[in-house]
C-alpha cells in the first residue's frame, strides 16, 4: 500500500511509509535527517548514547527509530527542531544552557507534537 504523509499542504520526501522526512528546511536552512537504530550510533562520536543529535554547523540532524511510535519519531525530531531555533533565534527558553530549560525544550516538542497528530497536521494516509 502506497502511503503518504504531510505537514500542512506540503508534501514531503523521505521514508514516506513511516512518516520519516530525510530533509527538513529550518528557518531558510537545509537540514539533513539520519535515523538510526542504535543509541550510540546517534552521537556522530559514539562516545553517549542519545535519543537525538543535531549539529547546525554540518546541518544535520540524527534520530534513534528502532521500534519507535512514529509520535515519539516526531517528539525526538521536534525536540531537535526547537534546538535550532533556539540556536538560530536566541529565544531564552529555547536556550540550551542548563538542565531546567532541556526539560522545558523536551515538554514543548512532545506537546507540539501531540498538537500536529491530533489536529491531523502530520497524518498519515493510503493512496488507494
Ligand atoms: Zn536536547
Not at 520526501?13 to 537504530?37: E, F, R
Not at 534513534?64 to 527558553?93: A, M, P, R
Request: proline letters at 2%; hydrophobic letters at 35%; aromatic letters at 10%.
Amino acid at each position: 500500500m502506497a502511503a503518504w504523509f504531510c505537514i500542512g499542504r506540503h508534501y514531503i520526501g523521505g521514508d514516506i511509509a513511516n512518516m520519516k522526512p530525510d530533509k527538513l528546511n529550518i528557518m531558510g536552512i537545509p537540514y539533513s535527517v539520519t535515523y538510526c537504530d542504535n543509541l550510540l550510533d546517534v552521537d556522530p562520536d559514539k562516545r553517549e548514547t542519545l535519543y537525538g543529535y543535531c549539529d547546525h554547523h554540518t546541518q544535520t540532524i540524527r534520530i534513534y527509530d528502532k521500534d519507535c511510535k512514529i509520535e515519539f519519531v516526531w517528539q525526538t525530531i521536534l525536540h531537535e527542531v526547537l534546538h535550532l531555533i533556539g540556536n538560530n533565534t536566541k529565544i531564552s527558553i529555547l536556550k540550551n544552557d542548563s538542565e531546567q530549560k532541556h526539560n522545558e525544550l523536551d515538554c514543548l516538542a512532545n506537546v507540539f507534537a501531540d498538537f500536529l497528530f491530533r489536529n491531523n497536521l502530520i497524518k498519515i494516509g493510503s493512496e488507494n
